[in-house]
């Protein structure tokens, strides 16, 4: 697949989808992904930052709107086919199969290449050690913090250009956070885009190169993560009021 | 689990206004052991040893009801007729007088190869086109009652009200083992049953469509973000169903005789089978079938062959207050 350099890797332009007929939940927003790089998106719950993921990724109808990989139109392309095309998606909720033991999510993450399953294990369990113990434990009885990771390595099976994490720190102790956050750090240094949204605004904000804040569907402020990290409206609204202490 | 109540909404249907009502299906064997014959514990063990093969044929056509259930949260109800048009159409070739006259053998095989063909052409030509427009659970129930009427009767048409036997096998001497007695048809049948089981098994826990099918049923958009061609996995399950369905039918006509609505009459020992198993897991819907076949059969040790239907049901009962979620299933898990 020959690369346009200069395009970006993801460029959604004006997506306006929704679940239920009539309701929009995206009114508009766009968001741009570069070559290798890491791009936050923050906003209050119900902003709407799950349902763009799912639009990006061929889960949910777009209404109007374009999703674009690298300069290619897929909207509306269905999600295996976007893996097929290099991108991986770790869903909010319910991330795993949880009836499946890891060994099996893992070859189900390398479905469409079963032949770099076994090469692609080694590096990821070499990656995220806690699976390397736990190869034939069913998914559904690991920790949440466990599942997170095998979610992650899952995703990474195929070896994506792109990454979509949604809010990879969820419900994770603050130590795990943090491990989870050095992860996306590094998955990204060794070269992949990450579109990571995230509830915890301001260690995503601290790691992103580039933000978003979606509200109600829409863009409200972009910017790098510093400038967002220090906006007063953002600051106002997103981060509390304690950050300015900084 | 809403899935569920509508599963046991569903089962309720077929009961008032299904098969049970029509009754008269009598499972196979020998149950109905003469005055002063054999003593009660060979007429148990000859009743456990048919109960076992009438729950593996049940079993066989169980397994994609489930499937087709774990994978799209279809309640088939158009799945006896899958099993009758495998035992007619082995019987159109095998048996029939304007028929090609084949053995049973490649008779069998070409059912089962039409049965999957069938599964093909009810997934791509109506199911598919109704998930795409989204068409609701409910709707879709009842577009499967109307398909099983509707094929329920072509069968009526082509194959008329008489019954049937297929050519070969059909008068055997029994082997007596020890207390129980068996013929060599329906050993090889539950043998060969137990077999296919095992294969289902194997391709679902071995085989990379298997765990993908897997997958499917647990969660489906996950399988897709995985690289999973969802609606190919949904249309590989239709196709072993309908194969499966098919090979069971040929099975039950053959222990038993073939009728035109044979498959229907089993559709509510099937449901069952499934909701006892736990729904959507294919080793309960093989568990849960054997144990309903065996307390059929059982039932007649003690009460009129008649009810053994009834009793098969009260058993469903039975363990759904102890275990609501089934035999096998899961209990949802919470956080
Ligand atoms: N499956 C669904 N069906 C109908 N409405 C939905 C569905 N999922 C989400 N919504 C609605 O879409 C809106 C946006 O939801 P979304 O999950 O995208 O928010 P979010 O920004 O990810 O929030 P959070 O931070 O809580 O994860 C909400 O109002 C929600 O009620
Ligand atoms: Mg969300």
Redesign the pocket.
Known sequence: MAKNVNEPVLLADDLVA???PG?D??RGCSVEVGRGELVGVI????????????AVFGLLKVRTGTVRLDGRDVTNRPAHELVRRGVGYVP?LQNVFPALTVEENLRMGAYLKPRSFARRTAELEEFFPVLRARRSQKAGSMSGGERQLLAMARALMTEPQLLLL??PS?GLSPLFQDQVFERVKEINAAGVAVLM?E?NARRCLQICIRGYV?DL?RNAHTGTGAQLLHDEKVIECYLGTLARAR | MGHQRLFTAALALVLTVGPAASAGATAPGRGEAGDAGPGFGARALQALLDGVQFGVIIAITAVGLSLIFGTIHLINFAHGELVTIGAVSAFFLNASASGPGWHLIPAALAAVLLGGLVGAAVDLGVWRPLRRRGTGLINLFIVTIGLSLLLRHVVLVLYGTRPGSYVQYDIQQTIELGPVGITPRDLTVTVLSVLTLLGVALLLQRTRTGTAIRAVAGNRDLAAASGIDVQRVVLVVWILAGALAALGGVFFGLVEIVTWDMGYKLLLLMFAGVILGGLGSAYGAMAGSLVIGVVAQMSTLWFPVDLQYAWALLALVLVLLVRPQGILGRRERVG
């Open positions: 929704g679940y239920l309701v939940v995206l906003g209050p719950n119900g902003a709407g930052k799950s349902t763009l993921a799912k909010q949604d809010e969820a949204v509830q979606l569907g």
